[in-house]
């Protein structure tokens, strides 16, 4: 039995259903990068439904900024870890610099 069987899961949870509907960047026992369904910027979910400690959130987004890094490359980004919309599980945002939807969203430049 692993450490993450015995964690919190909601099955009403969107992040904790991790369903497949964009574009998959990364994924391990922890998290997984995604593609955000609204944003379309690349988004980091911890795959228990709750909040990690300082220096786990530290580990974790360091998976962000890999697949942030080869998305914006030269231009930047910045980890958006605000959670607007699912507060109680844990998720960040790797946004285009100066800018909050990748390019590829369809509110991009709405805001
Ligand atoms: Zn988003
Ligand atoms: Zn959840």
């Known amino acids: ?11 009403e949870c969107l992040l904790c259903r991790a369903e497949h509907v964009t574009t998959w960047h990364f ?11 609204v944003c379309a910027t ?12 300082a220096e786990e959130q530290a580990r974790l ?7 942030a890094a080869e998305r914006y490359g ?3 980004y910045w980890i958006d870890a605000v959670r ?3 507060p109680d599980h844990w998720h960040a ?9 990748d390019p590829a969203s369809e509110l991009f430049g709405r805001f």
């Open 1 to 11: 039995m692993t450490a993450l069987s015995s964690v919190e899961h909601d099955p």
């Open 27 to 37: 994924e391990d026992r922890e998290c997984w990068v995604a593609d955000c369904l």
């Open 42 to 53: 690349p988004m980091i979910v911890w795959r228990a439904h709750g909040l990690p400690n």
């Open 61 to 67: 987004l360091r998976h962000l900024e890999r697949v």
């Open 74 to 76: 030269e231009d930047g």
């Open 84 to 86: 607007r919309r699912i």
């Open 93 to 101: 945002h790797a946004r285009p610099a100066g800018g909050f939807f």
